[in-house]
């Protein structure tokens, strides 16, 4: 019953009035405690845990609190002590309850540690009490620091747990009152506690590491008297931590940085013992800082730096003035220099940090993402204006003549940071800066800044931080594509700023570097440093054109040549395939430039040469030891003794056989050339390659083979191996290999490898009947065989050939072909051995192609050619035999490895379909006709079905049959589909429909999407078809699929493009051959426009990645026709959207205008073009510049521009008219009155000017009147523009000297005589006007040009630069176009448009809101720096939430300003709210309901704000009793209302503890509730308006508390 009564007091903290009333009352409060404790004692023994009986032990500890005034007894304040307090700290758990936000749980952990320290620093208490607690506290934060490094027993821990222990430290050096009697206990504890500490720092989540170093370490060291050793200490463990930190690959958050931060005003002092402002680790803490990725450690080291400039601009001190190489030196004598330069980094440093305010986890909802990429934007406004500044540093770096104020480190770590922004803007232009800024060397001379100071201290084998920042941090940044960019000040075949800037930075490093150990080191981490960052294809391909740029060293060894046989095999495997080809002639260059000599007989070619890019001819004139060692080396490739490549520094070997392939054939070519240059200046002293020596060991190997097939299988396919890859790096279907002086090295491969085509045909047929040799090996061998048949017959047959030779060749193949189909009828052996079929279905493929191959000599008159077909016919029912390949053929393979039976399946599908598509073909030759009967084959006879079940076949192959067999079915179907389309049509769509479904499964390939891909457009484009587009189920066919494709080119780069250079062939037979177009049928027209529509508007909203892959291929282009690149990838297989449109123009310009026929076409293409403007108006898609529509638009009205030449005067009426319409409908003058009425006025001037002589003077007659009245508008815009053009007609007429209308208008002339009329804005305006391209160079007839409709004008008009074409663009495709003159002229006559800047025609311009860093050349002397609160610095999520819970109980802030604003309805006014009383220090917010902070209106206005202010929850209907319980504690109520007694805010002065009442945005406050008020204030105003916004009310009351009580004092 006492403590009943007890509990029943308002207030747990003093001495309460019942508790004298039950002393008085006789009873014996000692003993009722002494019961309480006996009781509870047991009860806390008997549980382990508490969690469900948090309301009973939280009356246990108030009750204890109200009578620990009373207790007297040292043991009875042991036993609260001990077995309530510190037991019932054991059972709880902090950590649980903060989690899980228990308010009670937490309430009574705090309430618990209240009464346990009252009791150990009782007067009364044992001396002993106070060193158990803190031997307590001391063994948690031991076990704590055990359990983290994982050395902990398997007991279980029964002790207070870290939380515990951290918060028991902070009340008992928080206590008031017993500051004496702490500091006395902490004397001998302090080192131990301050030790344990810093230990528990290393291994301490983010929520401990907040508490101990900005709760407990100040506190702890501000208690001692004498703290020195205590900070000597700290600071030798802190150098610990950052060592550990710098170690480490990944830091979330610097321990270091913290804890310097949190005892800043013991270090950062002028107290030269305690000071650490002269040691290098502390401002290397803080650069470290500065550049790590969490937001908050920057933040804390921009702090820092800052306190530290502040004592030492306050205090007269100097630091490292002695000492020659250190971060940080400050020579009071020189502070007039040094204070700008640090407070423009530090502003640098600081505005850098605007984007990163919404970083926390917490907030990173869809809200706040969708506000912090705003933010992300919006910051660079604030950011642009700082940036100038670095050329300050820059400057204070530079060390001309040795006055270098600060290090270079300082430079470094603005550029990591930079290079880490979320601005690629920002990061774009940092590394810029980095490669291009410059500064004075030792001699006076203008060098890269970066650059020299990277060279200055470059060691023989290490680089210090600074050094390695390039290898690192650099690259990293440039393996950004964004950065290359393009800028829209370059054209399109120029690379970014950044790409031109790599070139001359290294150039200048590698210059720098004297010695030449150095450079070797250079070169070797630079090319190390690109392997290992694995550089994305746009910044490989600027970085590898940059170092093929720098000059000759030899650095690079086999071990280099290994690191970039790495990158090119594995990195650049799957960059686009051009890229790919660049990159590696850049690499091969930087190679002939770096490389150091490896043989001897390079060595000894180079040695009279002091430049390591010899000549190629001193290598050729060694050509004795070429030939040894290539003889050698293709000996060791036959024979299998292949080595490392290095193995041998003399005589280095190759690790593979298309290596040594690759090799014969280039030094093959290098002798070609060579011997063509001598042969041209009369000399022939190099003697073409011997190749019978060279190649001897793999010629007798094949050669063995007509004797004898057991020679070693190894061999046999090794020098097979070789023939084949030589043959194949020789490119003999290329067009150029074909032409001298490239023959000639083929025909002296050809006269060596021709003798060997019948021992391989032999070889072949032997392969058949082996016994001998496994099944395996023989299907092997038998597919090398006629694989490197097939590359040597399209040598040897193509030239001139020996017939007797051939003759023998064809009666081998006779022999074959004889032999392996008569194996058919041994179907004992077949059943035996199922892969014998397979071998002979590949040897039936083989002849096919031989048979079709391109050859000098005919077939057909050979005398072996009808037999072979007579055996093709007798056996085709046995070797054709179409499989159900999910069955027979699996089945058949079943007992084989998986992978080869997979080989062996494909190899047999696709044998299968090449010989069928032979056969195919030979059914429709003409020759077939004529042929014996005996001979002859028709098409039921082949797989003995109907073309339309071979056509159901061959579909079916396809679904089931691998992607890469795909190629011979489809040939089968190209063919086949002509044969049966007139009888069949639905058949054949349903054929052509599963070929698009084929298509489209096959874009998960890129290997074998572009083969089908070109399959299918061949078969929808093939002459049949066209001839038939006159039928409408053709038309119909070839109509939906060219939609589909070009449909499919919005998504697939290159689609388009390749259709589009596939259909000049039908565009050539439709429209340009007059026999066709004499007769061209509406189908084939409405076929036609809509193609050359669709093309001529081809292209979607530009990606990124595409802008990357055209500026690249544009950059490769414009290196020219001499780059190996553009000579192996034509222009035309480019797959630049942008290239559709110049094909379909050049089209278009092959028209004659004197062709009636063409005009015709024409015109009927320009109307269409018109109705598709028309429809994309009417769309109501959103159009603004650089929008798709607006693309598309524009591109129409360029298509029309290039053809106006072909409307005549009957067809312009019609033309003019319906364009006039259209404009006067997309103008809509009512409602953009001053925008087209401007545009007409344009039009009106041009016209003048574009009209021929004889009716110029009528045209300028009627246009003036209607010129004149608008000259003398309201409206300033119309006016100006109206009075430009009127000038520019008047100076047209005096220059022309029309007489008539100079007198008829002579009042125009006063208009401009009269001086007084020619001063103002308009004047300027006018000016302004006229200067703009449009009406100062602008001519619509001289200018009429290719070049000036696709890049002038749209340079000009602002269209984005993805749009702008090159007249060179137009040249490239068609050549021999341009050649000609056309109807249209390819460039313009002059350059005056040329050298105009772009502009818009508005006659005022308006302020760019474009976010891109551009000019920042001029510093400005004010910028935005926003304020920091650097006294607050969380965590992360888990300490902002213990912040909160904390300020919402009360314990943070100290009683000040309360704002109660639970009579406003509007989330986004108290979202406002909020934000201004946190800014303003407001002590608590009290609201109507919580549940209003998750509103997206108030959060967008609060800005997280909410988490940073306690706030309280007070309902309407509970604010009187609320306001009556904070007067009785001495709040003093003042409300924001006007009545007849309230109080001018200028005069009122506010008390310290302080309520504030806002009203309701309508009403108020209340009556009832004004009655409660104290005082009421009332805002001055001036204005009609009754009254305020209630949030701004609220603003200005809590403005004017915040600066009586907070601001005051303050500077």
């Not at 620093?121 to 001396?127: T, V």
């Not at 109501?1180 to 129409?1196: A, E, G, L």
């Not at 003042?1534 to 009122?1548: I, P, R, W, Y």
Request: hydrophobic share 40%; glycine share 2%.
């Amino acid at each position: 019953e006492s403590a009943t009564v007890i509990h029943c007091g308002q207030s747990p903290i003093s001495r309460m009035p019942e508790v004298d009333s039950l002393t008085n009352h006789g009873i014996n409060l000692a003993k009722v405690v002494s019961d309480i404790i006996a009781h509870y004692r047991q009860l806390l023994q008997a549980v382990d845990s508490i969690e469900e009986n948090y309301y009973q032990w939280i009356e246990v500890i108030e009750i204890l609190q109200a009578v620990m005034s009373i207790i007297y007894e040292p043991q009875l304040l042991e036993d609260i002590a001990k077995d309530i307090c510190l037991t019932l700290l054991c059972k709880l758990r902090w950590r649980s309850n903060f989690q899980t936000g228990n308010d009670i749980g937490i309430r009574l952990h705090h309430d618990t540690s209240k009464v346990l320290i009252a009791c150990s620093w009782h007067p009364s208490s044992k001396d002993t009490l106070p060193t158990e607690l803190l031997q307590c506290i001391v063994d948690s934060i031991s076990h704590y620091i055990a359990d983290m490094q994982g050395k902990l027993m398997l007991e279980k821990w029964k002790g207070i747990e870290i939380t515990t222990a951290i918060g028991l430290i902070d009340s008992i050096v928080s206590c008031q009152g017993n500051e004496e009697a702490i500091r006395s206990s902490l004397t001998n504890w302090n080192d131990k506690i301050i030790t344990c500490i810093v230990e528990c720092l290393r291994y301490g989540d983010n929520e401990i590491i907040e508490k101990l170093s900005f709760k407990i370490l100040p506190k702890l060291c501000k208690l001692q008297q004498d703290n020195l050793v205590t900070l000597a200490k700290i600071w030798m463990h802190i150098k610990h931590l950052y060592q550990t930190e710098v170690e480490s690959e990944i830091v979330k958050e610097s321990v270091a940085l913290s804890l310097v931060c949190s005892l800043a005003d013991f270090y950062l002092t002028p107290d030269p013992e305690s000071t650490i402002l002269s040691n290098d680790e502390f401002w290397q803490i803080i650069q470290t800082g500065l550049m790590c990725y969490n937001s908050l450690t920057r933040k804390r080291a921009i702090y820092l730096l800052r306190y530290a400039l502040d004592v030492l601009e306050k205090e007269n001190i100097s630091i490292n003035l002695d000492q020659s190489d250190c971060l940080f030196k400050w020579n009071p004598n020189q502070k007039q220099q040094l204070i700008p330069i640090w407070e423009s980094y530090h502003l640098i440093m600081q505005t850098l940090e605007e984007t990163q305010m919404l970083e926390d986890k917490a907030i990173l909802n869809k809200l706040y993402i969708e506000q912090f990429f705003f933010l992300s934007t919006s910051k660079i406004h604030v950011i642009k204006p700082v940036l100038s500044r670095i050329q300050d540093i820059i400057s204070a770096t530079s060390d001309h003549e040795g006055l270098a104020l600060l290090h270079i480190s300082w430079l470094t770590t603005i550029y990591k940071r930079m290079f880490s922004h979320e601005s690629k803007l920002l990061i774009k232009w940092a590394i810029l800066t980095y490669l291009t800024s410059t500064s004075q060397d030792g001699e006076g001379k203008e060098v890269i800044h970066t650059a020299k100071n990277f060279t200055s201290k470059v060691r023989d084998i290490t680089f210090s931080i600074t050094e390695t920042f390039f290898f690192t941090d650099v690259i990293t940044a440039l393996n950004n594509s964004a950065c290359y960019a393009r800028d829209t000040e370059f054209s399109r075949d120029q690379p970014s700023s950044i790409a031109i800037a790599l070139i001359p930075y290294l150039s200048s490093q590698l210059h720098l570097i004297a010695e030449s150990n150095a450079k070797v080191v250079f070169l070797n981490e630079l090319l190390e440093t690109i392997v290992k960052e694995r550089l994305g294809p746009y910044p490989l391909l600027y970085f590898s054109y940059a170092i093929s740029k720098l000059q000759p060293f030899p650095a690079w060894d086999s071990s280099a040549l290994l690191k970039i046989n790495m990158m090119l095999s594995d990195s650049i495997s799957t960059h686009p395939t051009i890229i790919k080809a660049a990159v590696q002639c850049f690499v091969l260059q930087a190679l002939m430039n770096m490389i150091k000599l490896v043989c001897k007989w390079l060595s000894t070619a180079s040695q009279d040469s002091h430049d390591v890019s010899y000549p190629i001819s001193k290598i050729l004139s060694n050509k004795s030891e070429i030939v040894d060692f290539l003889r050698i080396s293709v000996t060791d490739i036959v024979n299998g003794h292949n080595h490392d490549l290095g193995s041998s520094i003399n005589n280095p070997q190759f690790t593979n056989i298309p290596a040594l392939g690759r090799l014969l054939v280039l030094i093959g070519d290098c002798y070609t050339l060579e011997a063509n240059t001598n042969s041209k200046e009369g000399e022939n002293n190099i003697v073409m390659l011997p190749w019978q020596i060279i190649l001897e060991s793999a010629i007798s190997t094949i050669s063995c083979l007509k004797k004898s097939t057991y020679v070693s299988q190894e061999k046999i396919q090794n020098a097979m191996m070789l023939i084949y890859n030589i043959l194949s790096e020789m490119n003999l279907d290329d067009p150029v290999v074909q032409q001298y002086p490239y023959c000639i090295m083929n025909k002296q491969l050809q006269l060596v490898l021709a003798p060997m085509v019948t021992t391989l045909l032999q070889f072949a047929r032997l392969q058949m009947h082996s016994p001998g040799i496994e099944i395996v090996n023989r299907f092997e061998n038998c597919r090398l065989c006629l694989k490197v048949m097939e590359k040597m017959i399209a040598l040897s047959w193509k030239y001139s050939i020996d017939y007797d030779g051939f003759s023998e060749s064809m009666g081998a193949m006779f022999t074959l072909t004889t032999s392996c189909f008569k194996s058919l009828s041994d179907m004992e052996l077949i059943e035996e051995n199922p892969l014998e079929k397979i071998n002979i279905v590949m040897v039936a493929a083989w002849i096919s192609k031989a048979l079709v191959a391109n050859s000098s000599a005919d077939f057909a008159k050979t005398p072996n050619y009808q037999q072979i077909l007579t055996c093709i016919k007798d056996f085709i029912p046995k070797v054709v035999v179409i499989h159900d390949y999910r069955k027979d053929i699996l089945d058949i393979h079943s007992h084989l490895d998986k992978a080869f039976k997979s080989l062996v399946t494909a190899e047999y599908i696709k044998c299968q379909w090449v010989y069928v598509s032979f056969l195919i073909k030979l059914a429709m030759e003409k020759q077939n006709n004529d042929a014996e009967k005996s001979c002859k084959i028709l098409i039921p006879e082949i797989c003995r079905k109907s073309p339309v079940e071979l056509l159901d076949h061959a579909i079916d192959t396809l679904d089931i049959a691998p992607i890469n067999t795909a190629e011979s079915v489809l040939k089968c179907i190209q063919l086949l589909l002509p044969t049966v389309f007139d009888n069949n049509e639905l058949t054949c769509m349903r054929i052509i429909g599963s070929l698009w479904r084929h298509v489209n499964y096959c874009k998960q390939s890129h290997d074998n999407f572009w083969p089908t891909l070109a399959s299918f457009i061949t078969t929808i484009l093939q002459p049949y078809f066209i001839r038939h587009i006159d039928s409408d189920s053709v038309y119909c066919m070839m109509t939906e699929y060219t939609a589909k494709l070009l449909e499919l080119g919005n998504s697939q780069q290159g689609v388009s493009n390749y259709f589009v250079s596939q259909f000049e062939s039908v565009w050539s037979e439709l429209i340009l051959e007059s026999d066709r177009s004499d007769s061209l049928h509406e189908n084939a027209k409405k076929y036609m426009e809509m193609i050359m529509r669709r093309a001529c508007t081809h292209g979607s909203s530009y990606r990124k990645d595409i802008m990357h892959s055209q500026d690249s291929t544009s950059f490769i282009r414009s290196l020219g026709p001499t780059f190996p690149v553009n000579q192996l990838f034509s222009v035309q297989n480019d797959r630049c959207d942008y290239l559709v449109r110049v094909h379909a123009i050049n089209m278009l310009c092959q028209l004659s205008i004197d062709n009636e026929k063409h005009k015709k076409f024409v015109e009927g293409y320009l109307l269409g073009l018109l109705d598709q403007d028309e429809g994309m108006h009417n769309s109501k898609k959103r159009s603004f510049i650089n929008s798709h529509v607006h693309f598309t638009r524009c591109r129409i009205w360029q298509t029309i521009m290039v053809l106006l030449p072909f409307i005549d005067e009957m067809f312009a009426e019609t033309f003019l008219r319906k364009s006039l319409k259209l404009l006067h409908g997309q103008i809509q003058p009512s409602t953009n009155t001053v925008s087209s009425l401007c545009s007409y006025l344009g039009m009106i001037f041009h016209v003048s000017l574009a009209t021929t002589e004889e009716h110029q003077e009528s045209v300028i007659e009627s246009a003036l009147p209607l010129i004149l009245p608008l000259a003398l508008a309201n409206n300033f815009g119309i006016r100006c523009f109206a009075q430009a053009v009127l000038q520019k007609i008047w100076q047209f007429c005096l220059q022309n000297n029309l007489t008539s209308i100079l007198d008829r208008f002579s009042v125009i002339e006063l208009l401009f005589a009269d001086k007084a009329n020619n001063i103002g804005e308009s004047t300027k305006q006018r000016q302004k006007i006229l200067e703009n391209f449009y009406f100062s160079a602008f001519h619509p007839v001289t200018h009429y040009s290719i070049q000036t409709i696709f890049q002038t004008l749209p340079r000009l008009t602002l269209v984005c630069d993805e749009e702008w074409i090159s007249p060179e663009s137009f040249i490239c495709l068609s050549p021999s176009l341009w050649n000609t003159e056309r109807y249209i002229a390819i460039f313009n006559s002059d350059s005056s448009l040329e050298v105009c800047q772009a502009g818009n025609f508005k006659s005022k311009s308006t302020a760019s809101n474009d976010p891109k860093i551009t000019d920042i050349s001029e510093q400005s002397e004010n910028v935005q720096q926003k304020i920091t609160p650097w006294k607050i610095f969380p965590i992360d999520d888990d300490s902002i939430l213990a912040k909160q819970v904390t300020l919402s109980n009360g314990k943070s802030r100290e009683d000040g300003l309360i704002v109660v604003a639970s009579l406003i309805d509007k989330a986004a006014n108290l979202g406002g709210l909020c934000r201004t009383c946190e800014i303003l220090g407001v002590s608590r917010l009290v609201l109507n309901n919580k549940n209003l902070m998750e509103n997206r209106e108030f959060q967008s206005l609060s800005v997280t704000s909410q988490k940073w202010i306690p706030t309280d929850e007070v309902k309407i209907e509970e604010l009187e009793e609320y306001l009556r319980s904070m007067k009785q504690l001495g709040y003093v109520v003042v409300g924001v209302e006007q009545t007849a007694n309230s109080n001018d805010l200028t005069k009122h002065e506010f008390a310290k503890k302080s309520i504030l009442l806002l009203g309701n945005e309508r009403e108020g406050i209340p009556v009832p509730l004004l009655q409660l008020m104290d005082e009421c204030v009332a805002i001055p105003q001036l204005g009609t308006i009754r009254s305020f916004n209630v949030h701004v009310s609220g603003a200005i009351l809590i403005w004017e508390y915040s600066k009586q009580h907070h601001f005051s004092g303050s500077t």
